[in-house]
């Protein structure tokens, strides 16, 4: 086949992005954007400890805040976690009086960082033509025939005239390069390449063709860029960063270091080193792997602008065998891999593995690089930030695959390999296992694979449901909209909740934190040792479900994951979502779920307390929890049932079913406890016959106030679960899973379009359209309605809960065991002293002796005529207020990082508070001064706010000696 000229009339010479490449442009332009930004925020926290001086010499840094709030090193990673943030307030009082912000001054290190590579990028073409010392295209073009062919392959690709052509006489294969920077772009053709022009003139084209596809894909800018940051972040972050952790280490290991920080550092510092090397492998697989991908793009588009694929029948050459083993380090394919891509369309637009698991990897290391940034981080933004990034490539990927190839793509390999990648960018950041190898509780770390499911599959099946029901740009750009914004909100969700809920039911919190079994049973007293299971499954599970139902994006998310198929179903009722069984499917579901309402009502019964003061309390919470997990295990066993029997679009349909039993549910639930005393063995409350819609109305709200957004998503978590275990089954017995016919992509959802005149449907489809559309409605309104009555029922707002009832369930936390190392006492001790414990008991002595003196100055008066003093109400009153508030502020300072000590101080400090108050009570009504009973008190006070600062000083003085021991 022989290319047009400049003037020909080929109508195969693609436009700008429209090309075979065009549809994975935007995918690897991003993914190698999340590369280079995981690459970026690394460099803060390696070039802030790079540049730190040698840690632990002194507590005055920011770790001695640290030590003084009870952090040991040789203690679990849970109790540090929870000790260092007991006390936020005081923690960030101290680390704003610290010498150095440290995240500030990495930030600035990076930004030089990035200027350094940005001159690199600048001069990297002229330093590259220097160094080959390569020569303009007229030197060796003696007749300008090699210059007109070069200038018609330009004109075929569409490339800018501006481009330069030269040669690199000292290279004798036949290939070329491309490099530069816009405006400044060259494409260097070997010496080889000159050769073979004469003996091969469709290869020569075909390899010309090739990089000046990579220019109109904008390869260079990518490739370059990246190149540039890489090497700067290697020569400038990486290696002093390696380097200077390293030196603390083998410092540590070879018994020199005194800090005390070691040896309980040792495992946080081989996770900094081991974090380092996977970023070098990330980086290198991640460039290779989009590198090769960008090959192949470019080989397409050639072969699409005229080049005739014979050009790749070349040899692999004597050492193919070991390109094969170490095919994922290269950055260009081999012969075989090029000549397989050319041959089957689908190849390109498959999703591999590699990239997903990478991409997840990368995800995760910067979501948890993110957090050297404290603002940012505590508002959420790695997370936003982290899944904007991801999100898009996930989406574009797998449209991209459900557009194009003639395969059947769920999403599932993509998105499992998505989240296996994040789990293990977790375990190599140690976000959640600290200074040990392994987390607490490993299992949670299972969850990850299902954060990158659900959205994966949920984005696949609807492209593909919106491809069979949409025509025009308009509606489809809508959809495809509304399908990335789910994705990208679902995704955030999932990384948000890992990071506030996930990640520390990882590290052990549900089976050590007793601060939420702590705020279930005293908001609602009752005999819980009847209910232990139930008590501890709901607090295991309530960090979880205020964390999900808390977010208003989320559950619009949740709703917009069953309203948006419905549509699409309802404006092409034959795209093959199956309503009709799937709304059957449900009913079964509710029916299900109605019958565990009947059972779980006859266990009530059976317990119940005899009068009905006694069935409040826990009693109450106990069934809330059994109707909330009744709800949810019917509507996810149901999703599991309808999507392990469901072939094409299984996770919608089990959405939808899951939907059905909701509603079912809410109904069940709004008639039992409506006509609760009239069911005979299943009243849980009433024992009289009574209609009271308005008790069911307020247990559906306070049931709807924590399954709103959680039903949907457990439900895609059962689906998921369900599939596979169908699908591993039919694998095992060699049974068929989901259909793989290939069937043409443009032609086969209009196929399914009924033949009728314009404006008309066949009746045959009305009440399928219909009935979708009206339950489309019905869901949306009901989801939506009951995210607006969460607040109505006058619970506190749960948007802020999270922080408010973290910071409590802290402050219910038993004081830390004392460190065992007495270098660590030693250190703590003096921690706490200097970053303010110092001050605070001189605030207290110096209120105290205020008062003293006052009382002195007193007591130098003449005696009245009953032979007492008059004292003055009102300075006496603001004296003793003083001292109380001293002892208030103290309280909210540190733990004294000593069990036994504490004990002492928080004890001594509730006395002088109390003695204070009691002195201010004293002389309200001036008692003190007629010399009445009130006097007694006022001096009692006194004896105890003296007898409170002398166990203050006697910590002080045991404070004291931990500082300089013998």
């Not at 740009?473 to 969700?493: D, I, S």
């Not at 019964?605 to 997990?629: D, K, M």
């Not at 038993?814 to 460190?819: H, L, N, R």
């Not at 002088?912 to 004293?922: I, K, N, T, Y």
């Amino acid at each position: 086949m022989e290319p047009a000229g400049p003037g020909g009339d080929r109508a195969d010479t693609a436009a700008p992005g429209t090309g075979p490449a065009g549809g994975g442009r935007a995918e690897t332009g991003l993914r190698f954007a999340l590369l280079m930004t995981v690459v970026t925020a690394a460099s803060i926290t390696m070039l802030d400890n790079a540049l730190a001086p040698t840690p632990n010499d002194t507590p005055g840094d920011a770790l001695g805040c640290l030590l003084a709030a009870g952090i040991d090193p040789d203690g679990k990673n849970l109790t540090n976690t929870l000790v260092g943030t007991s006390r936020p307030e005081a923690l960030r009082e101290c680390l704003s009086g610290a010498p150095e912000v440290a995240y500030w001054k990495g930030m600035v290190a990076t930004a030089v960082l990035l200027a350094v590579a940005a001159l690199v990028f600048w001069w990297l073409p002229r330093w590259r033509e220097r160094w080959h010392r390569t020569l303009p295209i007229a030197t060796v073009d003696r007749d300008g025939g090699l210059a007109a062919e070069l200038a018609e392959l330009r004109e075929i690709a569409g490339i800018d005239p501006r481009v330069r052509f030269r040669v690199d006489p000292a290279r004798t294969t036949a290939g070329a390069v491309v490099y530069g920077r816009a405006g400044l772009y060259t494409v260097c053709l070997h010496n080889g390449l000159l050769v073979r022009r004469g003996t091969d003139p469709e290869g020569f084209r075909a390899v010309v063709l090739h990089e000046l596809a990579h220019l109109r894909n904008r390869d260079v800018d990518v490739a370059w860029s990246s190149t540039a940051l890489w090497r700067v972040f290697v020569l400038l972050a990486l290696l002093p960063f390696l380097f200077s952790t390293g030196r603390i280490l083998v410092t540590g290991l070879s018994g020199r270091s005194t800090s005390p920080f070691w040896p309980g550092a040792a495992s946080l510092l081989t996770y900094s080193l081991l974090s380092g090397l996977v970023l070098v492998a990330l980086v290198h697989l991640t460039r290779a792997d989009l590198l090769r991908r960008r090959e192949l793009h470019a080989d397409a588009q050639a072969v699409a602008w005229g080049a005739l694929p014979a050009g790749w029948n070349q040899p692999e050459g004597p050492r193919a065998r070991l390109r094969r083993v170490g095919h994922l380090l290269r950055t260009h394919p081999g012969w075989a891999e090029r000549r397989a891509a050319l041959g089957d369309p689908d190849r390109l637009s498959a999703v591999g593995a590699p990239q997903m698991f990478l991409t997840g990897v990368a995800g995760s290391l910067l979501v948890n690089a993110l957090e050297v940034i404290p603002r940012p981080a505590e508002l959420g933004g790695n997370a936003w930030l982290t899944a904007a990034l991801v999100a898009p490539v996930l989406w574009l990927v797998l449209r991209r695959s459900v557009l194009r190839a003639t395969r059947e793509e769920s999403g599932l390999r993509a998105g499992l390999w998505l989240g296996c990648g994040l789990m293990v960018g977790e375990w190599v950041s140690g976000g959640s296992s600290g200074n040990e190898w392994v987390t607490a509780e490993p299992a949670y770390l299972l969850a990850l694979p299902l954060v990158g499911a659900v959205p994966a599959v949920w984005s696949a099946q609807s492209s593909r449901l919106e491809a069979a029901a949409l025509r025009g740009r308009v509606p489809r750009a809508l959809a495809a909209l509304l399908n990335g914004l789910v994705t990208l909100v679902l995704l955030w969700g999932g990384l948000r909740w890992w990071q506030a809920s996930g990640r520390f039911q990882a590290m052990g919190m549900t089976t050590e934190l007793d601060g939420v079994r702590t705020f279930v049973t005293q908001k609602y007293p009752g005999p819980w040792q009847d209910y232990a299971w139930e008590l501890s499954t709901a607090t295991a599970a309530l960090p979880t479900l205020v964390e999900l139902n808390k977010s208003t994006l989320l559950s619009v998310a949740a709703v917009l994951m069953v309203l948006l198929p419905l549509c699409l179903h309802a404006r092409h009722p034959g795209s093959g979502l199956r309503v009709r069984r799937t709304l059957a499917a449900g009913a079964a579901g509710g029916l299900l779920c109605w019958a565990a309402f009947a059972v779980a009502s006859y266990a009530l019964h059976s317990g119940r307390p005899g009068t009905l003061e006694e069935r409040t309390g826990a009693f109450q919470y106990v069934q809330l929890w059994w109707l909330l997990l009744t709800v949810t295990a019917a509507c996810a066993t149901t999703a599991a049932c309808v999507a392990g029997a469901s072939r094409q679009h299984w996770l919608l349909r089990a959405l939808l079913a899951s939907q059905v039993v909701q509603l079912l549910g809410y109904a069940g639930i709004f008639l039992a406890v409506s006509a609760d005393g009239c069911l005979g063995p299943m009243d849980v409350y009433g024992s009289h016959c009574h209609w009271l819609p308005a008790n069911g109305t307020i247990i559906v709200k306070l049931v709807l106030s924590d399954s709103v957004t959680t039903i949907t998503l457990f439900s895609a978590c059962g689906a998921l679960v369900g599939a596979g275990v169908v699908r591993g089954v039919r694998r095992w017995y060699g049974k068929p899973g989901i259909s793989r016919a290939r069937t043409p992509r443009a032609l086969a959802p209009r196929a399914l379009t009924p033949v009728a005149a314009p404006g008309v449907v066949p009746a045959t489809r009305w009440w399928p359209a219909l009935m979708s559309g009206g339950l489309a409605l019905a869901v949306s309104l009901t989801l939506l309605a009951s995210t607006a009555v969460l607040h109505a029922d006058g619970r506190p707002d749960t948007s802020s809960a999270p922080s408010a009832e973290t910071r409590k369930f802290l402050e219910l936390m038993d004081t830390p065991p004392t460190a065992r190392a007495a270098k660590v006492r030693e250190w703590q001790a003096l921690a706490w002293l200097t970053k303010g414990g110092l001050t605070r008991i001189e605030r207290i002595s110096g209120a105290f002796l205020a008062l003293g003196d006052a009382l002195r100055e007193a007591g130098d008066q003449k005696p009245g005529a009953n032979g007492k003093i008059r004292l003055d109400s009102k300075k006496f009153s603001r004296l003793c207020s003083d001292v109380a508030k001293e002892a208030r502020a103290a309280q909210a300072y540190f733990r004294v990082p000593d069990t036994d000590l504490q004990k002492k101080w928080s004890g001594a400090l509730q006395r002088l508070d109390r003695s204070g108050r009691s002195c201010v009570s004293a002389l309200a009504d001036d008692t003190a001064a007629a010399g009445e009973k009130g006097g007694d008190v006022f001096l009692l006070s006194i004896d105890g706010m003296a007898a409170a600062v002398g166990e203050l000083t006697l910590v002080l003085q045991e404070l004291y000696a931990r500082t300089a021991p013998s």
